[in-house]
T-cell receptor, first 116, second 109 residues
């Protein structure tokens, strides 16, 4: 149980284009979903927290107009990187809390974004 | 501000050589301390949650313990498949996780 999927697993896009990453909880309803980014040999940095049906809360220094988050249902959240630039290249990982369950966050497999 | 420090940064073990990883933390209002395993190019895999000092949890060759200031992850008689980066994270009242930088464990056969 508590499986989280992400799609796509890898994406290469050209500078200036937008990319959408999906995060789904497959076998549970998620109270809250979280988006992280991870640079090589570094730990996870929280970007934003989203609850179903409400606006995402962004961490300090994260541009909300660049990283658009939509949490349309209790099992789906999307992250759109708008007007991507090479410095946005990173490993993006989502996680989710089980609704009504303990506070553990279960993570997706991650999406490797490369902007050329 | 919540702080999580993991040591050592890297650990090279011979198969069967037991060792411990340390996670020291400062947090206001600890809701839980989490251990995750992360393989290269993958998302973190949940291992344990510890909620209060004195608590211990075990899973196969791994055992996690918690005090008021730190947590230890003990690896008993490790195998090569235990090679991974082990991440520690603390959760405060806002439910957000603050991660340490991780300990990369390499187990040689």
């Amino acid at each position: 149980g508590a499986v989280v999927s992400q799609h796509p697993s890898r994406v290469i896009c050209k500078s200036g284009t937008s990319v959408k990453i999906e995060c789904r909880s497959l076998d549970f309803q998620a109270t809250t979903m979280f988006w992280y980014r991870q640079f090589p040999k570094q730990s996870l940095m929280l970007m934003a927290t989203s609850n179903e049906g409400s606006k995402a809360t962004y961490e300090q220094g994260v541009e909300k107009d660049k990283f658009l988050i939509n949490h349309a249902s209790l099992t789906l959240s999307t992250l759109t990187v708008t007007s991507a630039h090479p410095e946005d290249s990173s490993f993006y990982i989502c996680s989710a809390n089980v609704r009504g369950g303990p506070y553990e966050q279960y993570f997706g497999p991650g999406t490797r974004l490369t902007v050329t | 501000e919540d702080q999580v420090t993991q040591s050592p940064e890297a650990l090279r073990l011979q198969e069967g050589e037991s060792s411990s990883l340390n996670c020291s933390y400062t947090v206001s209002g600890l809701r839980g301390l989490f251990w995750y395993r992360q393989d290269p190019g993958k998302g973190p895999e949940f291992l344990f949650t510890l909620y209060s000092a004195g608590e211990e949890k075990e899973k196969e060759r791994l055992k996690a313990t918690l005090t008021k200031k730190e947590s230890f992850l003990h690896i008993t008689a490790p195998k090569p498949e235990d090679s991974a980066t082990y991440l520690c994270a603390v959760q405060a009242d806002d439910y957000k996780l603050s991660f340490g930088a991780g300990t990369t464990v390499t187990v040689r056969a």
